[in-house]
């Protein structure tokens, strides 16, 4: 059966271990790491039928694992890839906007013959996004619409409203807070729009796949829509998320997502 090692133990590290807990996920889950120990301590108490190691050390948790589940953030991705890869683990990214940020992550992995391995999150569609790849395709743009407060201290609201010289409070209707590609949406949004890193892998490349973000104070779902147009047809696409009641900034699909993925991965 596979080991799993979870490195970081916030909303989503913490819903995956719980899932393989109710066996729901049919793997071990070998040992849990996060920055701040009493957080991995805390998941290991909630957990009713099996009792993870938990490592000061971010290289003796991976050690133990055959997958490392990484569920930290964007900054983290590229110093817990290469600790996986130097001792022949598999890596699962949640933190998806890293593989853009650090594109050599990808080039690692082939290096050392490691997979890496990433969910869908809070989007549907990526297999259709892929089959028209093959394709040719000429544009693909994403459209997000977030409650207001799941933006809160994101570098990129802050940006927005420090060149209006406008404050949090002064945002009364749905606003356009960001236009640009993907790699400039995860510079300024790292926590809020990894679904744009996973269909830009999949797609037509981060570079040529453009992204909108609008700030809504009256929305209370994370809103979706995609197009894309290719040598096939054009598809388009919308998904309205219930946040995560733990952390607004976590869609609830997103979760589902992880843990449908690693069902996937039980035997292979």
């Known amino acids: 059966m596979k080991k799993v090692s979870i490195i970081g133990c916030g909303t989503i590290g913490s819903e995956v271990a719980m899932a393989i807990d109710r066996k729901e996920i049919n793997m071990v889950l070998a040992s849990l790491y996060d920055i701040d120990k009493e957080r991995a301590i805390d998941l290991k108490n909630r957990l009713k039928n099996i009792s993870p190691d938990i490592f000061d050390s971010m290289g003796e948790a991976i050690s133990k694992g055959d997958l490392i589940f990484e569920a930290t953030q964007v900054s983290a ?150 197009k894309c147009v290719s040598g096939a047809g054009v598809a388009y696409t919308k998904t309205e998320n219930v946040p995560h009641p733990q952390n607004p900034k976590t869609s609830y699909l997103a979760i589902l997502s992880a843990i449908s993925r690693l069902k996937e991965l039980e035997l292979s």
């Open 77 to 226: 991705l590229k110093d817990i890839a290469e600790g996986c890869f130097k001792l022949k683990k598999d890596l699962f990214v949640m933190s998806v906007g890293g593989l853009v940020i650090y594109p050599e992550i990808l080039e690692k992995a082939k290096k050392f013959d490691r997979k890496v391995f990433f969910p869908s999150g809070a989007i549907v569609g990526l297999d259709g996004i892929s089959a028209l790849k093959l394709s040719g395709i000429e544009s693909v743009t994403l459209k997000s619409t977030k409650p207001l407060n799941s933006l809160k201290n994101s570098p990129g609201l802050n940006e927005y409203l420090e060149s209006r010289n406008k404050r949090i409070e002064d945002i009364n209707q749905a606003e356009t807070i960001f236009e640009g590609n993907v790699k400039e949406a995860i510079r300024l949004f790292p926590q809020n729009v990894n679904i744009s890193a996973a269909l830009a892998l999949l797609g037509a490349g981060p570079e040529k796949t453009l992204v909108t973000i609008v700030a809504d104070p009256f929305v209370d779902k994370n809103i979706h829509e995609i």
